[in-house]
């Protein structure tokens, strides 16, 4: 079996910074992208932004120059570095991996529990 769990959220004030981690475990073979979706009351699953194995860095254009997304990949941990947060920044955020696991010939979704992250005007 293969885990993703989160950790960071919070509830935070206009302004301030948040950094979620979310780490991987159980029968990986190989990590190929991680990242993370979001999504806020009454709305879908958006993604916030996303890191291959190798390879540039993706970010919505809503959190470009305010998110910073890294990966520590020999611990299979993925980070969210958030800054200048707004409150429309508010949602749950999904950590999201995709991997091979020891035991298979093709590469397969998974996803964290969610953390709240709550930001207050």
């Known amino acids: 079996q293969v885990q993703l769990v989160e950790s960071g959220g919070g509830l935070v004030q206009a302004g301030e910074s948040l950094r979620l981690s979310c780490a991987a475990s159980?029968?990986?073979?190989?990590?190929?992208?991680m990242g993370w979706y979001r999504q806020g009351p009454g709305k879908q699953r958006e993604l916030v932004a996303t890191?291959?194995?190798?390879?540039?860095?993706n970010y919505a254009d809503s959190v470009k120059g305010r998110f910073t997304i890294s990966r520590a990949i020999a611990k299979n941990t993925v980070y969210l570095q958030m800054n200048s947060l707004k409150p429309e920044d508010t949602a749950v955020y999904y950590c999201y991996a995709n991997l091979f696991r020891a035991s298979s010939l093709r590469a397969e979704d998974y996803w964290g529990q969610g953390t709240q992250v709550t930001v207050s005007s």
């Open positions: 159980g029968s990986i073979f190989r990590l190929n992208a």
């Open positions: 890191i291959p194995s190798g390879g540039s860095t």
